[in-house]
């Protein structure tokens, strides 16, 4: 039985300013570029038997350069859509909004452009991705190359906790985590590693 390889994107300038980056497509850094390089290395030393990304080009450039072939797009491991918070650091939500807490509170309602999404919205697409992805775990290794929020709740949802335990998770830029097993029960593996 494979693993399930979470590849979180490299750094773009709007996640080093700390800035809610839904779907507004951002690329990458220089830095962001050089850590999904580094990161092909110990992917080259798993069994990948299949790699997806979001269609955000900052995961389809992490994925190309970190090494990964026959990658296929999928909309599900889009980022949480942030409506009203698009762009915006939690500080600057917070001067309208004091206390507010993503996790708690969710987003603000946005545009047509950014609707924004529940936490159980991005939750049914990571059901829905892990569903699809599961049985080619048989095969070997799967690769995710997708965004902070959306892998943490992923996460969440493969330990059968509720979506908001992403809280939980801190991921950063540019990082590897492994899910699997242990004696048939989902556990982390791995998590929040940086490039070697």
Same mark, same amino acid.
């Given at each position: 039985?494979?693993?399930?390889?979470?590849?979180?994107?490299?750094?773009?300038?709007?996640?080093?300013?700390?800035?809610?980056?839904?779907?507004?497509?951002?690329?990458?850094?220089?830095?962001?570029?050089?850590?999904?390089?580094?990161?092909?290395?110990?992917?080259? *030393?798993?069994?990948?038997? =299949?790699?997806? %990304?979001?269609?955000?080009?900052?995961?389809?450039? +992490? @994925?190309?350069?970190? &090494? !990964?072939?026959?990658?296929?797009?999928?909309?599900?491991?889009?980022?949480?859509?942030?409506?009203?918070?698009?762009?915006?650091?939690?500080?600057?939500?917070?001067?309208?909004?004091?206390?507010?807490?993503?996790?708690?509170?969710?987003?603000?309602?946005?545009?047509?452009?950014?609707?924004?999404?529940?936490?159980?919205?991005?939750?049914?697409?990571?059901?829905?991705?892990?569903?699809?992805?599961?049985?080619?775990? *048989?095969?070997?290794?799967? =690769?995710?190359? %997708?965004?902070?929020?959306?892998?943490?709740?992923? +996460? @969440?949802?493969?330990? &059968? !906790?509720?979506?908001?335990?992403?809280?939980?998770?801190?991921?950063?830029?540019?990082?590897?985590?492994?899910?699997?097993?242990?004696?048939?029960?989902?556990?982390?593996?791995?998590?929040?590693?940086?490039?070697?």
């Amino acid at each position: 039985m494979g693993e399930l390889i979470l590849v979180r994107h490299g750094e773009t300038v709007w996640s080093r300013e700390h800035k809610h980056t839904g779907r507004t497509d951002v690329p990458l850094t220089r830095a962001g570029e050089a850590a999904a390089r580094a990161l092909a290395g110990e992917l080259a *030393a798993r069994p990948i038997a =299949a790699a997806f %990304a979001s269609p955000a080009q900052r995961a389809v450039r +992490t @994925a190309e350069l970190a &090494g !990964l072939t026959g990658v296929k797009t999928d909309p599900d491991l889009a980022e949480w859509d942030y409506g009203g918070c698009e762009g915006l650091t939690a500080e600057q939500i917070r001067q309208d909004r004091p206390g507010w807490y993503l996790w708690r509170d969710g987003v603000i309602p946005g545009d047509g452009e950014h609707p924004g999404e529940t936490i159980d919205q991005v939750a049914a697409r990571a059901d829905a991705l892990l569903f699809r992805v599961r049985p080619l775990l *048989a095969d070997g290794d799967v =690769a995710l190359v %997708a965004h902070g929020h959306l892998l943490r709740i992923l +996460t @969440a949802r493969w330990l &059968g !906790l509720e979506p908001d335990c992403g809280r939980l998770f801190a991921l950063d830029t540019g990082t590897l985590s492994t899910l699997g097993t242990e004696h048939g029960e989902p556990v982390i593996a791995a998590w929040n590693v940086p490039p070697r």
